[in-house]
Structure formats: C-alpha cells, structure tokens
C-alpha cells in the first residue's frame, strides 16, 4: 500500500512540474523585503514572501532563496538553504532549509490538498494541519490559493514554532 502511495505522489509531482514548467512562474532571490511578491513576468515570486532576516532566524545563514526543479514542489515553491550546519553532529551534508509552496492554478491545488497530512493547527488558519514528521504545515491561503511552509531542520525544537510564524507571514503577504 505504502508503495502505490509512493508512486501516486512521484506520478503527481512529475505532472505538478511539467504544468509549472509550462505556466511560466519566476523565480529569483528577493531584497530583504523590498520586493513585492510579483516577478517581472506577472507571476508570484514565492522567494519575496519572506525576507531574508525571517529566514535567517529559523535556520541561520543561507543561500538568499531558490525556485526551481530540485525544490520538493519545484517552480511552486522557494527554499532557503542554510550555508553551514548550526549544530555539531548534524548528519554528514545536512543544511537546514526553510521552503514555501504556493499552488495556485490546478492540476496543482487540487494534488496539494489531497497531499496535505497532520493535526489540526489551533489559532491559525481554519483547517491548517501540521505534519510533524515532515516539518510541514499546510493551510488555505489567499482566495482560493493552497500553501505550504516546509521546515526542514535536524532539529525539532523549534520546527513547529518556525513553521505557524513562517506561514503567518507568508499568509500575510498574499492576502
């Protein structure tokens, strides 16, 4: 069972990519927060809703954002990936990374929604659910616009904490 589900979620992605390939969204690295979320071609820049500072604070130093194929939700999604391990004894090539996901034509949403797992988030969003084995808070975001903040770091003190602050902002910015 556990396999077909694997193979559900590498078969959506593939889709979810080739779409995302094909709808043009840009990417790029904003200004600490002087940037509107909006590239030059019309698009949602996912890398300006947050600022570097924001980021900097859940996993340190960091690479300035990032959209493309090797993020987990590929041109949906920015990710920050820290520049050096925070903590001795991380596992050999461990960085810490912050990402967001913004799924907002379909097949996308739609594969999202049906992806998003965890407990309900208390104070948030209504129907947001936390994942804590991934680090994963998903909720509504923005008319009808589906997101995630994906907080992947070694360790789970703070996750869930960065994750609700991480995706406050992100919800605040798109509105």
């Known amino acids: 069972m556990r396999k077909m589900s694997v193979i559900r979620t590498m078969a959506a992605a593939a889709a979810l990519t080739s779409f995302t390939l094909l709808s043009g969204c840009g990417g790029g690295s904003p200004d600490a927060g002087a940037q509107e979320p909006a590239d030059r071609t019309g698009g949602l820049d996912r890398c300006a809703l947050l600022t570097d500072d924001e980021v900097e604070k859940a996993v340190g130093a960091h690479d300035g954002g990032r959209t493309g194929l090797e993020n987990t939700w590929g041109l949906a999604s920015c990710r920050w990936k820290a ?46 659910l936390y994942d804590s084995t991934w680090g994963q808070l998903w909720f509504n975001c923005a008319g009808d616009r589906f997101c995630v903040v ?15 602050q991480l995706a406050r902002l992100v919800d605040s910015r798109l509105r």
Do not use: C, L
Not at 150 to 164: L, M, N, P
């Open 83 to 128: 520049t050096a391990a925070q903590v001795e004894g991380y596992p050999d090539g461990w960085f810490d990374a912050i990402e967001v996901g913004v799924f907002d034509e379909e097949p996308g949403k739609s594969w999202a929604r049906q992806e998003a797992e965890g407990e309900p988030v208390d104070g948030f969003v209504q129907g947001a």
């Open 150 to 164: 994906f907080v992947s770091t070694a360790s789970g003190d703070k996750r869930e904490q960065d994750a609700v």
